[in-house]
Each structure stands twice: as structure tokens, then as C-alpha cells.
DNA sequence: ATTCGTTGCTAAATCGGGTTAGCGCCCGAT
DNA sequence: ATCGGGCGCTAACCCGATTTAGCAACGAAT
């Protein structure tokens, strides 16, 4: 085995004094507590020289902290797209000189509560409560013990944790600003979810609130949404369905799809159709999946924050412990990251002059709308 | 703040023993030492009653354990592929009731450095250093102090390390069985390494091994490789302008892609070259990247078994741990993890009549020899 | 009646630090 | 000479467990 760790007595010893005076020396409390010049010299020379370093679990079992935090997510660890969330929050805690207990209840609640355990049995000072994708969570009550963060969720239920998620909405504003500063006005159609709020994936939040930020950014501007094709789920297949479908009775000019896996079957769709990306028809998407910036043409689209996400989860925790500390009580805010867009390939300006695309929408002949003011989409109308 | 935690001193008060006795039977010594029926009985009640936990940061400054083992990785944590290497470590560890920090270390070894100093600092009972890619790696001499495992990775030195790796050599094997099975002889060209043994990209301790299994397999069944295109890096763009470059001199039946980017490089090649796979090229690739199963047609691979070679590295640092208990010496074996093939759409069988095949290859009419015995390639011969 | 051995339990030391209370010592003031 | 007080340091307790050494009570053997 290894030679014995250095502890705090051999440094007192080597520097001639108490283990009190070295470990107030230490903690740099000694200028505080009178130790003089000479003396703190000693111990810090002694200290250098073998190379101390306190042993955290003993400082843990006296203070009650342990410099660690603990990380539990659904199964973020295994997504790539989420990975970055944990290299963010390790990055962060780092700079602090924290570590991050890992762990994956695979949505499992008994699971989750035994993780959780054991992470308060090992004195953790806080914890991340991570999902896989934005969404809301029955917060467990074991975690009312410890200071604590939602990551990438809401609360089911009301309760004081602060929660940290990328900014959708805004990101449906960008999705859409992209396509309007490239003189798109007509012929924009949705791919995953929409025209309507309702018309979304189960339980998807992103869905919702990129839906609205598109239609708030599009509304601005006066343009409309001239149809969607909603997916069940968002995945290559059901994107290349979807689009192929759209194909059969419409000419889209752009397209808003919900996702980069769903952009990838579009792409399939529109190669199907013989059109070309983007001088056909542009495209704009969200997510930044890896697969974005290997797609040809590369995909322009918005990205999640993943790394960001999981730096500032932890910059709210270490707050959400500092006034832990102080005793504060206060509501759990919710904190929104920004999603930043990726200009790449898949839109083109559109071609058309601005006047002729104002008269042709004055004359109906696209983006119809119905009664309530909603486009009519293959004759479904929102619910 | 929450209620104190449950300590061994509430557990006996309430049974009315002394610490120590409470110790014994909680720890299931009881028996061993003598304790009493009645008594055991008295602890167990009030430990359940009061829901009483150890806490390890405790038990940890007594016994020198924590129950928790240290994962550091170049980059690990973020790339999927990997990330399911960290998924089976949580769970093999998880099953034994050890937590897992997390480290990643970006390749900077100062960094690593103060990573396995706060590892050990917390009195982490063994480490994985794990590579983000199979490759060989400088071991830090700071890990000599506790007990360690190599993942993915093969010490520069020579040290007594045990290393857990995939068995690429084999996966070349299944790669190459996977064609000739299918009635492939010839035309089957490499992507991405070969044909030679230095033909590979700088570092890449899987090109080498794959090549191998790969000509092994080949050449037990007689046949050869009919040429091979080298790329300096393994992404997209270098399978495409290295399938291009190929189909321009010659006609392919059969292509060994060295990993699934590499592959989807080549099925766009193809396409622009107007063949369908698989009916024209056959493909078979290896690693298993979430892209393989969303190209169309979906792609056969040799996988990475990233989840078991995370369990595995688990499994053996647990057997390194025992006997570094025990105090034996051992030197470091390298532990071998199967890779599995992903049968899918991407390889049709060789249409061509087995005995017409080998009438050709009897001709020479492909798979010239040169004066070495080495497939002759555009003009090069191995090195 | 003493000695010896079990039986069934506990006091006390230990791990490696942090923290409180207070001990000598010297100096200046009364 | 005596007292008060600042200075510089340390003894001792604490965190929550494990572990060693040993104590009382009782019965059996000498």
C-alpha cells in the first residue's frame, strides 16, 4: 500500500506547535487569532514541505459539509445533448472546488429515493435535479433536507426550489426572426408540432413554448403560419412522414422544424420531392444536435444551452446554499438560459421581392385563414 | 432548516444499550459477539423506528473507506457514445452501493492532477481513468496510492494497471464475417484505414486492431482486400471525398467503413454516384453511433460496447480493490470486451454465385497480388 | 472458599480535523 | 507589590461512527 496520508499532527509536530495553531494557521485564521509572524512561517514551511492536504471527510464529519454535490438526473448522463449539462455543472463546481456525485434513477422513484440517500449519507451540500428534457417532475420530499435545483424541469406541484431551463420562447422568436430577416413571409410551415398550442407532443413544454414564440415573432412581423404537421414523436422517421405528406398538397417555402432529428427526415422528404435545401426551401430548426453540422447543407438552428444550462444550475445552488446558510427563506424562481441560433446552411433569402409577397398574401392565395383568425391547415383547425 | 439526522447514540438511547452494542448488531457482529436476542431485537426495533442511516462521511474517517469510487475521463461525460461507459459504471457501482464521482480532465494533466488529489482527498476507494477513445495514455503517478483501473485506454509505461478494452481485433473479424457470410469475395474495399498496417490514422490503437481481425478473417476465407482508402481523421466529410475518390477508378461490392461517421460519408458517395445501398455496395462499419440506426438504409455496425466496458472496468477495480486488501501484487491484465454486430439493412448478399466468384479470383481478374503477398492499391504497397 | 471461564455488555480510544475556553506570561497602571 | 489586561498559544471537546480492551455477574471446578 501507499505511505500514510500527512495529517494536520504531523504538520504541528514538524513546525514545533499544537495541532490547533497549525490548523487556525491553516485556515488562515491565525492574523485573526494572534498567532505571530514566526510561528505561522513555520507551519506554512512545514505544511509545503510534506505536502499536506486536509482530508476532506474529516473536515465533513466536523462541519457538516463535504464539498460535493450531487448530481441526479432521469438518464442525462447517457445523452450526448445532455452530457454537456454535466460538463458545465462539473466545470462550474470546479472553479469552486467541488465535486459532482453522478447519478440516474432511469425515471424510476424508488430508485431516485435510495439515490437520493445516498447522497445525504454522504453529506452532499446540495443537489441537482436534473431531466433529460425540459419537463415538469414531482419533486420527492427527501429533498427538502438539503439545498436543491430543478435542471431542464418545472415542479409538479408548488414548492420553494428554484428551477434552471433553457429560454424556448425566445428561441421560437429567433427561429422565426431567422427565417424573416431572409425575407420569408409566405409559405412557412411548421414540422413536429402546431398550428395550435394544443397541437404538441405529450407533456413536451419545449413544444408549447417554441410554438408561441414563433407565432408572437411571425404575428409581429404580420405574417402567418401557413400550416403544420404535428409528430407524435420527434424522431427522423416521423419528421420524413410528416414532411412527405406536407409535400403531397403543399409548396412550402420554409420550413420551422421542432427538432434537428425531425429536420433530418424533412431533408429525406424534400430529397424525395427532388427540392434542394435551401434554395428551394429553408430550412430552420432547434436543438443543435451534433447530426445539425453534419447534415448536408449543415442545419441552421437554435441550440440548447446544455453547457450553460448545467454552469448556471450551479451558480444557483451555490446561492440557494449561501441563503440556506443565512437562514433566508424565499420563492424558487425560475431562471431562463438563453438559447443561442446557428446560422449554417439550410436558409437562403427568399427570392421573391417583398412587394410581390405583400400583394400575394393582400389577394389570399396563400396562408388562407379561417374564421377564428387561425391558418386552416388541411381542413383541422386549432382546438 | 430540516430536523438533525438520526444518529448511532439516538438508536441506542432508544434501545437502551450503549453505543457500542448498538454498533454490533447494526453491523451484524451481534451474534458474532455475544449479544443477546432480546437486546438485538431492542436496536434493530429503535434503528427502523427512528429510520436510523449511517453516515459514511463517518464511517468514512473510521475505516478509511467512503464507498464511493472516482471516474476521470478525458472528455468522457459528454460525447453519448461514451456517456453509456459512464451509464454502466453508475449501475455496476450503484449495485454495490458505491457512488461515483465524476472528473474530466479536457486533456490538461495539471487538471487531472488536482482532480485525483480532491478524488483522494474525499477518500475515494479506486478510480477508472477512463479515454474518451480507445488509445494509450500517460498514467499519473498520483494514482499509484489507490486502487485503479484503465478504461478504454493502455498504459505508456509499463505499470501493474489492469485495462479494460473492446476486443477490436475481433470486432474486425465479425466485420469481415459479416460480408463473407453474406457471399462477399471480392470487390470489398476499406474506408478509413488499410490496407496496410500503417495506413492508419496517428494514435488510433482501433485501426490497427480492426485491420488485423479484419485481414485475418479475410484471408482464413481466402479472399482479399481489394483496395483501401486511408483517412487522416474519422468524420463525415473524409468517408465522402474518400468513397468518391475510390468510385472513380474502381466498382466496389462491398465496403468495410471504420466507423459509422465514416459510413455516412460513404452512403452519400454512393448516392452521388447513383448506387443504392445495399443492392449495389454492401456496408458494414463499426462503433454503433445513434446515427447508425437513423441512416437509411440503417446501417450494419461491430458496436462499442460502451455500457459494458463501464460495468466491466467497475467489475475489475472491484477485484483490484479486494486485493489490494489482501496485499497481493498482480500485474495488470488488459481485459478484452466482446463488441457485438448490429445486423441491419446495409449489406445484401453477393449475388453472384459462389463458384463463378472464385473462377474469377482463380483468373486474378481482381485482387492482384503484389510481390509480397500484399493487395496491390492505386500504385502503393504497404509500408 | 477461592479460582477460572463464560456470558453479555460497555468505557474509552480512534480516525483527522475544527472550535471553544482558558492558561501562562509580560507589561503597564494603581 | 498587586492587579488588570492584552498577547500568544494550547488543552480539551466535538463531529459519528468502529474497534479494542475489559468489566461485572454468574456458574462450575478445585
Redesign the interface.
Known sequence: ??PRRVTLADVAKAAGVSRTTASLVLSGRGRELRISQDVEQRVLRAAEELQY??????V??RTGT???IGFVSD?V?????A??M??GA??AA?DR?F??????TEGDAELERL?L???Q???VDGLILASMFTRTIKVPKAV???PAVLLNALPKQPTPLPAVLPDEVEAGRSAARVLLEAGHRDGIYLIGAGPGLRDVPRESVAAVERLIGIREALGEAGVEVAGARTCPDWQ?EHGLTATRDLLRTAQPRALICFND?IA?GAY?ALDDFGLKVPADVSIVSFDDH??AS?M?PKLTTVALPHYDLGRKAVDVLFAEIER?RG?DERAGEVHRVPMPVCVRDSVAPSDEPYLVQAARQARGSTGKLSAEGQPVVDGETEG
Chains 1, 2 share one sequence.
Open positions: 500500500m501507499s492536504r486536509p482530508n476532506i471527510v474529516s465533513g464529519l463535504s464539498r460535493t438518464t448522463a447517457t445523452s450526448r445533448l452530457g454537456d454535466i460538463k462539473l466545470e470546479r472546488g465535486m459532482l456525485f453522478i447519478g440516474e439515490l440517500q445516498a447522497m449519507d454522504r453529506q427538502t433536507a438539503v427522423p432529428r433530418m429525406q451534433p447530426i453534419w448536408r440556506d437562514g
